[in-house]
Structure formats: structure tokens, C-alpha cells
């Protein structure tokens, strides 16, 4: 099970954190991924982090999202900084093997970002 919080309304520039907790998982073993769909548009990768802890971003968060994981807590963080209206989405985490196609999801949290 993955369970997403932290999202919200909250106006241009502000900043809201989200976390996602894992259960039932040996967690320290996935990578961890955020992904996020826009109202009527596609699911993007917004940014993952490898059980190595190397991380990566889409270019329209770079900077702004800082992914990070507590293995201790089996939980994923995505702070986000100066948010755009182009945020707004449901965003999701996501857990994927690094030794096979399996991945698991979340159900999803809405931010909402007001100009």
C-alpha cells in the first residue's frame, strides 16, 4: 500500500510537501517515483529517486522539487518550492522494481496551485 499527503490549495510561490508512505513493501529495494496528471492531459515523471539514492527531474521542476526518502520510515518526500499554475494535477506516487517491470501505485493527491 502507498499512501500520498501534503497536497492542497496554495497560491502562486507558496510551497507544500508531499509524502508517500509504504507499506507492506521492502521499500529500501524500489526506486520511488512522483508522478503527476494535469486536468485533461497525460501522465508525466516528475521526478523518482533510486534505491541508491540518485535522483531525477523533469526540466519543469528542476530546481523548485527536491525528492527525497527515509528508508527508516519506508516514506517518499517531493518538497515543492515557488509553485506555477502549470502544478496543478493530481499528483501520484509510484514504486517501481529495479529488477522488474513491476510497479505499484498510489491513489493520487490534487494540488491545486491559484493564481
Known amino acids: 500500500q502507498l499512501v500520498e499527503s501534503g497536497g492542497g490549495l496554495v497560491q502562486v510561490g507558496g510551497s507544500l510537501r508531499l509524502s508517500c508512505e509504504a507499506s507492506?513493501?521492502?521499500?529500501?529495494?524500489?526506486?520511488m517515483n512522483w508522478y503527476r496528471q494535469p486536468p485533461g492531459k497525460g501522465r508525466e515523471l516528475v521526478a523518482s529517486?533510486?534505491?541508491?539514492?540518485?535522483?531525477k527531474y523533469a526540466d519543469s521542476v528542476k530546481c523548485r522539487f527536491a525528492i527525497s526518502r527515509d528508508n527508516a520510515k519506508n516514506t517518499t518526500y517531493l518538497p515543492m518550492d515557488n509553485l506555477k499554475p502549470e502544478d496543478t494535477a493530481v499528483y501520484y506516487c509510484a514504486l517501481e522494481s529495479e529488477c522488474s517491470t513491476y510497479h505499484f501505485w498510489g491513489q493520487g493527491t490534487q494540488v491545486t496551485v491559484s493564481s
Open positions: 507492506e513493501f521492502k521499500f529500501s529495494q524500489y526506486t
Open positions: 529517486i533510486s534505491s541508491r539514492f540518485t535522483t
